[in-house]
């Protein structure tokens, strides 16, 4: 059964059950409603009969109150009505009768009626008369029967009515039904599309309600599901890159190396031995940064946190970067509070540190400046890596840290290796692992500030004594 017949057959069970139940309720009700309006009919006939009685009795014309009780017994639904004085005497009958009741007895002379008729007294005191009483005899039958003709009535109404509306809510469920299965088939459609790798495709919804989010959460999704493609792509092409490189390299000094050592060439067996070292340390890098991020990611890379300067953090890693920028004649300064300590994982915290100023040496020209920086701020531990680079533009700055990320454009511009984008990933996972976040504020042509930020708290987590 699909999805559209099971919409309309729930929409239209829904109107049934609706209005069945409405027809019920207005039923009921108006059963309810007119036995209140026949109680409260006879009521106000007995009442009127006791005061004529009542002005029978005071002025002593006793025909008027048999004239009374005469009227009210042709009203529908009456089978008697009679008036007794304070002596229990009957003083007017509707059937002309007159005389006293006799001791215990519980009626008054017989009452018109069929065999078998359910019949039920009101009696009422006629006001300013002590004793005197006013009776009528009502058959119930009589009123069942009028209920019962005024609900069949009423019944052939909503019956009308009913069908009308019934009508209408089988044609409404169906337009309902149509209305919902259209975009949700779209919408599967379009996950079948990305099943097949289709990973262009776009549902385009133009609806407000939660299935045009729903679309719109599709689309989100399709797009980045293309991102991640294409970061796959480049991911696949960056490390066939990395390693065919190395490797290359080492085959052929490997090659070098032999025919070196049959012709007894030393020096140049030394020189060849060097630039495989090289190459399997750039290989060997590579490799520990994919193991690194993948730990990360498991959360399998534990922290072992001891008590460290900030300043000496940030010194330490312009140490090993002292020749590089010698090289590359660019200035590199660290600076910060010598008294400012921290309680983290010094090696891992390195490695941040690390990955972040060999990032800033990519970009950062001749003769410009690196800056690295361990201060406190409020209640926040800051260790800042500066450059005066060519800056980030504003919509590449929130994808820089995502893995194989990397920022096209900066990219074209660097000569020798191209890295994979691993860095920055890795380095954003292990301040998240010491409870801290990282960030970048850059402008375009002004360089660019990393800022990793963590937090001070009771647990010791960073302190400054």
Known sequence: MTLRVRLGLLSVSLVMGTLGAAAFA??????????????????????????????????????????????????????GAYCLDKNNRVIAHSDGIRGKLSEGSKEAVPNRGSRGERLSRLT????????????????????????????????????????????????????????????????LKGTQALAEGRLDHRIQMRRRDELGQLAEGFDAMAVKLGEVDKMKDDFVSNVTHELRSPLGAIESYANMIAEDARAGNLAEVMESVNVV???????????????????????????????????????????????????????????????????????????VLTNLVSNAFK????????????????????????????GIAPKDVGRIFNRFEQVRERVEQLEGP????????????????????????????????????????????????
């Not at 009308?160 to 044609?171: E, K, P, Q, T, Y």
């Not at 020209?365 to 800042?384: F, M, W």
Request: charged residues 25%; glycine residues 10%; contains cysteine.
């Open 277 to 351: 070292r090289n190459n399997t340390t750039r290989l060997s890098r590579f490799i520990n940064n994919i193991l690194d991020l993948a730990k990360i990611e498991t959360r399998t890379d534990g922290l072992r946190r001891e008590r460290v300067r900030g300043l000496t953090l940030v010194q330490e890693t312009q140490s090993f970067f002292a020749a590089k920028a010698r090289e590359k004649g660019i200035w590199l300064e660290a600076q910060g509070d010598p008294r400012l300590e921290l309680w983290v994982d010094p090696d891992k915290l390195q490695q």
């Open 124 to 187: 009422r005191s006629v006001e300013g008369v002590a004793g005197a009483k006013a009776t009528i005899v009502f058959s119930e039958d009589v009123l069942a029967a009028g209920i019962r003709e005024s609900l069949q009535g009423l019944m052939k109404r909503l019956s009308l009515v009913l069908s009308g509306a019934l009508i209408l809510g089988i044609m409404g469920s169906i337009v309902l039904a149509q209305s919902l299965a259209r975009p949700i088939l779209r919408i």
């Open 26 to 79: 207005v039923y009921v009700s108006e059963g309810a409603h007119l036995v209140r309006e026949a109680e409260r009919g006879r009521s106000a006939l007995l009442a009127s009969f006791a005061q004529s009685c009542r002005d029978a009795i005071l002025v002593q014309d006793e025909m008027a109150a048999v004239n009374a009780a005469v009227a009210v017994a042709k009203v529908s639904g009456v089978r």
């Open 363 to 390: 970009f950062t020209p001749e003769g410009g400046r690196i800056t690295l920086s361990a201060v406190q701020e409020g209640d926040r531990v800051l260790l800042k890596v500066e450059d005066t680079g060519p």
């Open 418 to 465: 191209k890295g994979t984008g691993l860095g920055l990933a890795i380095a954003k996972g292990l301040v998240e692992a010491h409870g801290g976040k990282i960030d970048v504020h850059s402008e375009i042509g002004r360089g660019s500030v990393f800022c990793v930020s963590l937090p001070v708290n009771n647990e010791g987590l960073c302190k400054s004594s």
